[in-house]
């Protein structure tokens, strides 16, 4: 079982749609959670980051996180074709500084 | 959010040559920074964590005397590539940690060795 695991995808979605992406990761005292979007060919680009259980916005976005379930989401409202890329996620073990990645899911917003 | 600088943006080699690459975070200082490498279609694998004056720790698999990583400043990181082989072209990409967990990355460096 990988530490952290992603739907690779592609998930499409039309223009203006919600997107889903969904993350979920093995250890159980895991303290912080991160949406990274990355571009081809470019480096990752943090869009959120969330520590408690819950829900938190932030404009289009919105990260969900059930700790008990070991599980985060990033909703995306009103999705665009600039939307289209690599969407990673990335968690802190509950000891070390170092993040852990996942494979990424590659989200297609359709004009 | 946070600067951080990569340099250069894109390198080619021969084989056997060494390759700098640097990492800088621009209006922040950071303490810890990290190297990871992303081949074609693949996630980023972490090579290293580098502090700032003190040795790199590396990662289970990652040659340390291949993969130099010096943290001379709370500012500047560098990697450098010895006697670099074909199969060592990837993007190359630093971040850097500030206040917390979170990790702010630079625009990578994409390396070619023929």
């Known amino acids: 079982q990988k530490e952290v695991e992603q739907n690779s995808g592609p998930l499409s979605v039309p223009e203006g749609a919600i997107a889903s992406l969904n993350c979920t990761y093995s250890?159980?005292?895991?303290?912080?959670f991160f949406w990274y979007r990355q571009y081809s060919g470019k480096s990752p680009e943090l869009i959120m980051s969330?520590?408690?259980?819950g829900d938190k916005e932030d404009g289009r976005f919105t990260a969900q996180l059930n700790k008990a379930s070991q599980y985060v989401s990033l909703l995306i409202r009103d999705s665009q074709p600039s939307d289209s890329a690599t969407y990673l996620c990335?968690?802190?073990?509950?000891?070390?500084?170092?993040?852990?990645f996942g494979a990424g899911t590659i989200l297609r917003v359709k004009s | 959010g946070a600067v951080v600088s990569q340099h250069p943006s894109w390198v080619i080699c021969k084989s056997g040559t060494s390759v700098k690459i640097e990492c800088r975070s621009l209006?922040?200082?950071?303490?810890?920074m990290f190297w990871y490498r992303q081949f074609p279609k693949q996630s980023l694998m972490l090579m290293a964590t580098?502090?700032?004056?003190?040795?790199?720790?590396?990662e289970q698999g990652v040659e340390k005397d291949k993969f130099l990583i010096n943290h001379a400043s709370l500012t500047l990181s560098t990697l450098t590539v010895t006697s670099a082989h074909p199969e060592d072209s990837s993007f190359y990409i630093c971040?850097?940690?500030?206040?917390?967990?979170?990790?702010?990355f630079g625009p990578g460096t994409r390396l070619t060795v023929l």
């Open positions: 990335a968690v802190r073990r509950e000891y070390g500084n170092k993040l852990v």
């Open positions: 250890d159980r005292g895991s303290q912080s």
């Open positions: 969330i520590y408690s259980n």
């Open positions: 971040s850097a940690r500030i206040q917390g967990d979170t990790q702010y």
């Open positions: 580098s502090n700032e004056g003190s040795k790199a720790t590396y």
């Open positions: 209006d922040f200082q950071a303490t810890t």
